[in-house]
Protein backbone atom coordinates (compact mmCIF):
# COMPACT_ATOMS: atom_id res chain seq x y z
CA UNK A 1 0.00 0.00 0.00
CA UNK A 2 1.53 3.78 -0.97
CA UNK A 3 0.83 5.86 1.71
CA UNK A 4 1.23 10.13 1.26
CA UNK A 5 4.60 10.49 3.42
CA UNK A 6 6.16 8.06 0.55
CA UNK A 7 6.19 11.10 -2.03
CA UNK A 8 9.29 10.49 -4.38
CA UNK A 9 7.44 8.02 -6.54
CA UNK A 10 4.71 10.32 -7.03
CA UNK A 11 6.47 13.00 -8.15
CA UNK A 12 8.54 11.24 -10.44
CA UNK A 13 5.16 9.65 -12.32
CA UNK A 14 3.20 13.45 -12.08
CA UNK A 15 4.52 15.72 -14.21
CA UNK A 16 1.03 17.61 -14.03
CA UNK A 17 1.30 18.06 -10.00
CA UNK A 18 0.84 21.74 -8.75
CA UNK A 19 1.40 20.45 -5.23
CA UNK A 20 3.70 17.32 -4.60
CA UNK A 21 1.13 15.51 -1.81
CA UNK A 22 1.64 11.90 -2.27
CA UNK A 23 -0.61 8.86 -3.40
CA UNK A 24 -3.70 7.01 -1.56
CA UNK A 25 -3.54 3.63 -0.91
CA UNK A 26 -6.01 0.76 -1.86
CA UNK A 27 -8.55 -0.68 0.92
CA UNK A 28 -10.03 -4.11 0.16
CA UNK A 29 -13.26 -2.80 -1.09
CA UNK A 30 -13.58 -0.21 -3.80
CA UNK A 31 -16.98 1.04 -4.69
CA UNK A 32 -16.35 3.35 -7.23
CA UNK A 33 -13.47 5.39 -8.97
CA UNK A 34 -14.16 8.56 -10.72
CA UNK A 35 -11.22 9.86 -12.88
CA UNK A 36 -9.48 12.88 -13.90
CA UNK A 37 -9.37 14.45 -17.30
CA UNK A 38 -5.85 14.41 -16.99
CA UNK A 39 -3.96 11.34 -19.18
CA UNK A 40 -0.80 11.20 -16.54
CA UNK A 41 -2.04 11.71 -13.10
CA UNK A 42 0.55 10.41 -9.83
CA UNK A 43 -1.63 7.68 -9.02
CA UNK A 44 -4.48 8.16 -6.23
CA UNK A 45 -6.46 10.01 -3.57
CA UNK A 46 -8.93 8.02 -1.58
CA UNK A 47 -11.44 9.20 -0.12
CA UNK A 48 -13.36 7.50 2.79
CA UNK A 49 -17.21 8.24 3.48
CA UNK A 50 -20.48 6.88 3.92
CA UNK A 51 -22.76 7.30 1.08
CA UNK A 52 -26.10 7.31 3.14
CA UNK A 53 -25.69 11.50 3.51
CA UNK A 54 -27.42 13.42 0.64
CA UNK A 55 -27.16 15.41 -0.67
CA UNK A 56 -23.55 14.96 0.53
CA UNK A 57 -22.94 11.56 -0.69
CA UNK A 58 -25.25 9.18 -2.14
CA UNK A 59 -26.09 6.06 -4.51
CA UNK A 60 -27.18 7.20 -7.93
CA UNK A 61 -27.19 4.14 -9.95
CA UNK A 62 -23.89 2.44 -9.43
CA UNK A 63 -22.11 5.34 -8.72
CA UNK A 64 -21.96 7.55 -5.69
CA UNK A 65 -22.27 10.98 -5.92
CA UNK A 66 -23.27 14.21 -4.59
CA UNK A 67 -21.73 17.28 -2.76
CA UNK A 68 -18.81 15.89 -0.83
CA UNK A 69 -17.91 13.79 -3.88
CA UNK A 70 -17.82 16.75 -6.27
CA UNK A 71 -15.36 18.92 -4.19
CA UNK A 72 -13.37 15.53 -3.52
CA UNK A 73 -13.12 15.21 -7.38
CA UNK A 74 -12.05 18.86 -8.04
CA UNK A 75 -9.35 18.15 -5.26
CA UNK A 76 -7.81 15.36 -7.17
CA UNK A 77 -7.71 17.02 -10.52
CA UNK A 78 -6.05 20.26 -8.91
CA UNK A 79 -3.55 18.04 -7.46
CA UNK A 80 -3.07 15.62 -10.52
CA UNK A 81 -4.83 12.63 -9.04
CA UNK A 82 -7.45 9.87 -9.92
CA UNK A 83 -10.15 9.91 -7.08
CA UNK A 84 -10.93 6.75 -5.68
CA UNK A 85 -14.08 6.45 -3.09
CA UNK A 86 -14.15 3.69 -0.28
CA UNK A 87 -18.07 3.71 1.29
CA UNK A 88 -17.88 2.80 4.78
CA UNK A 89 -19.18 3.03 7.56
CA UNK A 90 -19.34 6.38 9.27
CA UNK A 91 -17.53 5.56 12.58
CA UNK A 92 -14.98 3.83 10.82
CA UNK A 93 -13.78 6.49 8.71
CA UNK A 94 -11.36 8.68 11.07
CA UNK A 95 -9.72 4.93 12.31
CA UNK A 96 -8.97 4.88 8.18
CA UNK A 97 -7.74 7.75 7.52
CA UNK A 98 -5.16 6.75 10.95
CA UNK A 99 -4.31 3.24 10.11
CA UNK A 100 -3.57 4.72 6.01
CA UNK A 101 -6.26 3.38 4.44
CA UNK A 102 -7.69 6.48 2.89
CA UNK A 103 -6.24 9.84 2.65
CA UNK A 104 -8.93 11.94 3.14
CA UNK A 105 -12.61 11.84 5.04
CA UNK A 106 -15.82 13.84 3.31
CA UNK A 107 -19.01 12.41 5.03
CA UNK A 108 -20.48 15.70 5.94
CA UNK A 109 -17.81 15.41 8.72
CA UNK A 110 -18.72 17.77 12.16
CA UNK A 111 -15.31 19.29 13.22
CA UNK A 112 -15.45 18.43 17.05
CA UNK A 113 -12.76 18.75 20.32
CA UNK A 114 -12.80 15.01 20.29
CA UNK A 115 -12.24 14.60 16.15
CA UNK A 116 -9.21 16.72 16.37
CA UNK A 117 -7.65 14.55 18.77
CA UNK A 118 -7.06 11.50 16.22
CA UNK A 119 -7.06 13.64 12.59
CA UNK A 120 -7.07 17.53 11.35
CA UNK A 121 -9.26 18.96 9.60
CA UNK A 122 -9.40 21.58 6.70
CA UNK A 123 -10.69 24.90 6.69
CA UNK A 124 -14.77 24.58 6.76
CA UNK A 125 -16.69 24.54 3.84
CA UNK A 126 -20.47 24.30 5.21
CA UNK A 127 -21.61 25.50 8.06
CA UNK A 128 -24.61 23.19 9.02
CA UNK A 129 -27.20 22.45 11.88
CA UNK A 130 -28.30 18.77 13.21
CA UNK A 131 -31.90 18.99 13.10
CA UNK A 132 -34.76 17.20 15.02
CA UNK A 133 -37.49 14.55 12.91
CA UNK A 134 -40.69 13.73 14.45
CA UNK A 135 -44.02 12.09 12.96
CA UNK A 136 -46.23 14.35 10.82
CA UNK A 137 -48.79 14.43 13.48
CA UNK A 138 -46.69 14.85 16.96
CA UNK A 139 -47.44 17.90 18.40
CA UNK A 140 -45.92 16.84 22.00
CA UNK A 141 -42.23 17.29 20.38
CA UNK A 142 -41.78 21.10 19.15
CA UNK A 143 -38.00 21.81 19.60
CA UNK A 144 -34.91 20.79 21.88
CA UNK A 145 -36.69 21.26 24.99
CA UNK A 146 -39.01 19.08 24.21
CA UNK A 147 -36.80 15.73 24.01
CA UNK A 148 -36.11 15.78 27.96
CA UNK A 149 -37.37 11.69 28.67
CA UNK A 150 -37.63 10.90 25.33
CA UNK A 151 -36.42 8.09 22.88
CA UNK A 152 -34.24 9.09 20.38
CA UNK A 153 -32.76 7.69 16.82
CA UNK A 154 -29.37 8.63 15.63
CA UNK A 155 -26.98 7.31 13.06
CA UNK A 156 -23.88 5.25 15.20
CA UNK A 157 -20.90 7.80 15.49
CA UNK A 158 -22.23 11.56 14.28
CA UNK A 159 -22.67 14.69 16.03
CA UNK A 160 -26.10 13.73 16.44
CA UNK A 161 -25.29 10.74 18.33
CA UNK A 162 -22.83 12.52 20.43
CA UNK A 163 -24.71 15.56 21.20
CA UNK A 164 -28.28 13.52 21.75
CA UNK A 165 -26.49 11.85 24.79
CA UNK A 166 -26.74 15.02 27.02
CA UNK A 167 -30.19 15.05 26.51
CA UNK A 168 -31.65 14.35 30.22
CA UNK A 169 -33.70 11.44 30.64
CA UNK A 170 -33.38 10.36 27.10
CA UNK A 171 -33.23 7.13 25.72
CA UNK A 172 -30.77 7.22 22.67
CA UNK A 173 -31.10 4.05 19.74
CA UNK A 174 -28.08 4.13 17.36
CA UNK A 175 -28.35 3.11 13.91
CA UNK A 176 -25.65 2.18 11.31
CA UNK A 177 -27.59 4.39 8.58
CA UNK A 178 -30.03 7.30 8.75
CA UNK A 179 -33.07 5.95 6.99
CA UNK A 180 -33.37 3.16 9.44
CA UNK A 181 -33.87 5.56 12.31
CA UNK A 182 -36.29 7.42 10.32
CA UNK A 183 -38.01 3.87 9.62
CA UNK A 184 -37.87 3.23 13.37
CA UNK A 185 -39.66 6.53 13.91
CA UNK A 186 -42.51 5.54 11.28
CA UNK A 187 -42.69 2.59 12.91
CA UNK A 188 -43.33 3.97 16.49
CA UNK A 189 -39.94 2.93 17.75
CA UNK A 190 -38.47 6.14 18.58
CA UNK A 191 -40.26 9.72 19.29
CA UNK A 192 -37.51 11.45 17.22
CA UNK A 193 -34.43 11.40 14.56
CA UNK A 194 -31.60 13.82 15.65
CA UNK A 195 -29.73 14.15 12.14
CA UNK A 196 -27.84 16.73 9.95
CA UNK A 197 -30.41 19.48 8.38
CA UNK A 198 -29.91 18.28 4.61
CA UNK A 199 -30.48 14.87 4.42
CA UNK A 200 -33.29 15.17 6.97
CA UNK A 201 -34.98 17.50 4.16
CA UNK A 202 -34.28 14.91 1.65
CA UNK A 203 -35.85 12.06 3.99
CA UNK A 204 -39.02 14.07 4.72
CA UNK A 205 -39.48 15.44 0.54
CA UNK A 206 -41.21 12.93 -0.29
CA UNK A 207 -42.79 10.91 2.90
CA UNK A 208 -46.27 13.00 4.17
CA UNK A 209 -45.77 10.90 7.38
CA UNK A 210 -43.13 13.03 8.65
CA UNK A 211 -41.63 16.51 9.38
CA UNK A 212 -38.20 18.39 9.95
CA UNK A 213 -38.88 20.97 13.06
CA UNK A 214 -37.91 24.50 12.83
CA UNK A 215 -36.14 25.19 15.47
CA UNK A 216 -32.07 23.38 15.01
CA UNK A 217 -31.46 20.83 17.60
CA UNK A 218 -27.49 22.59 17.50
CA UNK A 219 -25.42 24.26 14.82
CA UNK A 220 -22.00 22.69 13.32
CA UNK A 221 -19.51 23.11 10.33
CA UNK A 222 -18.13 20.85 8.00
CA UNK A 223 -15.11 19.67 7.43
CA UNK A 224 -12.07 17.41 5.39
CA UNK A 225 -10.43 14.86 7.85
CA UNK A 226 -6.89 14.36 7.00
CA UNK A 227 -4.23 12.31 8.77
CA UNK A 228 -2.65 14.02 11.20
CA UNK A 229 1.22 13.41 9.80
CA UNK A 230 0.02 14.80 6.58
CA UNK A 231 0.38 18.82 6.79
CA UNK A 232 1.20 18.62 3.08
CA UNK A 233 -2.42 17.17 2.38
CA UNK A 234 -3.74 19.64 4.55
CA UNK A 235 -2.72 22.63 2.94
CA UNK A 236 -2.88 21.70 -0.23
CA UNK A 237 -7.14 21.19 0.09
CA UNK A 238 -7.13 24.17 1.94
CA UNK A 239 -5.86 25.90 -0.46
CA UNK A 240 -8.27 24.27 -3.42
CA UNK A 241 -11.25 24.98 -1.19
CA UNK A 242 -10.08 28.64 -0.82
CA UNK A 243 -10.22 28.46 -4.76
CA UNK A 244 -13.49 26.69 -5.12
CA UNK A 245 -15.36 29.42 -2.85
CA UNK A 246 -13.91 32.22 -4.30
CA UNK A 247 -14.16 30.85 -8.23
CA UNK A 248 -17.77 30.49 -6.94
CA UNK A 249 -17.67 26.88 -7.87
CA UNK A 250 -18.17 25.38 -4.46
CA UNK A 251 -21.63 27.49 -4.89
CA UNK A 252 -22.18 25.82 -8.11
CA UNK A 253 -21.81 22.09 -6.89
CA UNK A 254 -23.94 23.15 -3.82
CA UNK A 255 -26.75 24.67 -6.04
CA UNK A 256 -27.08 21.09 -8.40
CA UNK A 257 -27.92 19.24 -5.49
CA UNK A 258 -29.80 21.61 -2.84
CA UNK A 259 -32.47 24.39 -3.63
CA UNK A 260 -32.45 27.51 -1.64
Aim: with cysteine.
Amino acid sequence: MKKFTKLLACVLTAAVMVTAVGCGGNTETTENTETTENTETAGEIVMATNAEFPPYEFREGGEIVGIDVEIAQAIAEKLGYTLKIEDMAFDSIIPAIQSGKADMGLAGMTVTEDRLVNVNFSDSYVTAYQAIIVKADNTDITGPDSLTGKKIGVQLGTTGDIYSSDIEGATVERYSKGFEAVQALEQGKIDAVIIDVEPAKEFAKDNANIKVLDTPFTEEEYAIAIAKDNEELLNSVNEVLKELKESGKFDEIKAKYISE
